[in-house]
């Protein structure tokens, strides 16, 4: 069964996602800061990342780049999903590394959909 790790500081949101997923039949780990994030990953890879961008201690776009520059993490699948939905921000994301981008608030569908295309590749 696949793994995805939720990286969000709000746990309103961190649990929807959550909820989401495990409803969709995927094994779900959380942390609330990048920083949380970056040590789980390094434990446990886990087959996808969904990032919030806006956190305490180390943005999204921060978890990104070091996770696409070390070659133990890089072909980790990323998934920026952030209320920064402007093209700019989508664009910012794009170059950091991540695989997608989705905008809050989304469709549970675009969410779904998304991971488990990214699961498949």
């Excluded at 990032?51 to 980790?76: F, S």
Aim: net charge neutral; hydrophobic share 40%; with cysteine.
């Amino acid at each position: 069964m696949s793994t995805v790790l939720v990286v969000e500081d709000s746990l309103a949101q961190r649990q929807m996602i959550s909820d989401l997923l495990k409803g969709s039949g995927l094994t779900v780990s959380v942390a609330s800061d990048g920083v949380e994030a970056l040590e789980h990953i390094l434990q446990s890879r886990p087959d996808v990342v969904v990032l919030d961008i806006v956190m305490p201690r180390m943005n999204g776009y921060e978890v990104c780049r070091r996770l696409k520059a070390d070659p133990k993490t890089q072909n980790v699948p990323v998934v920026m999903c952030s209320s920064k939905g402007e093209e700019f921000d989508r664009y910012w994301g794009m170059k950091q590394g991540a695989d997608a981008y989705i905008a809050k608030p989304f469709q549970p569908t675009e969410l779904i959909g998304t991971v488990k295309q990214l699961l498949r590749s």
